[in-house]
T-cell receptor, first 113, second 111 residues
Framework: DPKIIQKPKYLVAVTGSEKILICEQYLGHNAMYWYRQSAKKPLEFMFSYSYQKLMDNQTASSRFQPQSSKKNHLDLQITALKPDDSATYFC????????????FGEGTRLSVL | QQQVRQSPQSLTVWEGETAILNCSYENSAFDYFPWYQQFPGEGPALLISILSVSNKKEDGRFTIFFNKREKKLSLHIADSQPGDSATYFCAASGGNYQLIWGSGTKLIIKP
């Protein structure tokens, strides 16, 4: 059974709309992350959370907002979607932040038309 | 000073050969180096990792060689199999730094 669940697996959106990508982990990890992968950038770190607090933000645009309602949840809200936002978004987690290799989910493939 | 560089961008080897993937970094504070393997349509998966106190780490056909002085490391895949065809990412971190990722090497194993 997958230990990191991302929903939906595929998502098609229109330019200007808003979407929420869901991520839940059942590993008891304290740190969670969002990454983005596209043809332009192989693997791009976006955010890290530790104990539900934002620790790192490498995303320049405020259109991307992570939301952590529970310790094992880290959703990603994207507003005013643009075609350039088309990518696969990966959620990941690790026991703690720091020298640890995160475990990745299967990703949400977002296409913005 | 935060960059991690990988080379080559793509690599093709014959089945049975040893594939060598290279990685270098700039920040001397980095002391943990995981390698990830990613198949198309899947998320990256941890393959093997090394701490800077070691100069070699083996796991089956996969070996990391680490040179702290030169800030370089390499992943050797012995007896390459077609199933090893994937993209390989080198990453680095130190202390409380978040992982810094290389741009990946796409490996193709020809049968």
């Amino acid at each position: 059974d997958p230990k990191i669940i991302q929903k939906p697996k595929y998502l098609v959106a229109v330019t200007g709309s808003e979407k929420i990508l869901i991520c839940e982990q059942y590993l008891g990890h304290n740190a969670m992350y969002w990454y983005r992968q596209s043809a332009k950038k192989p693997l791009e770190f976006m955010f890290s959370y530790s104990y539900q607090k934002l620790m790192d933000n490498q995303t320049a645009s405020s259109r991307f907002q992570p939301q952590s309602s529970k310790k094992n949840h880290l959703d990603l809200q994207i507003t005013a979607l643009k075609p350039d936002d088309s990518a696969t978004y990966f959620c990941a987690s690790s026991q703690d932040r720091g020298n640890q290799a995160p475990l990745f989910g299967e990703g949400t493939r977002l296409s913005v038309l | 000073q935060q960059q991690v560089r990988q080379s080559p961008q793509s690599l093709t080897v014959w089945e049975g050969e040893t594939a060598i993937l290279n990685c270098s970094y700039e920040n001397s504070a980095f002391d943990y180096f995981p390698w990830y393997q990613q198949f198309p349509g899947e998320g990256p998966a941890l393959l093997i990792s090394i701490l800077s106190v070691s100069n070699k780490k083996e796991d089956g056909r996969f070996t990391i060689f680490f040179n702290k002085r030169e800030k370089k490391l390499s992943l050797h895949i012995a007896d390459s199999q077609p199933g090893d065809s994937a993209t390989y990412f080198c990453a680095a971190s130190g202390g409380n730094y978040q992982l810094i990722w290389g741009s990946g090497t796409k490996l193709i194993i020809k049968p």
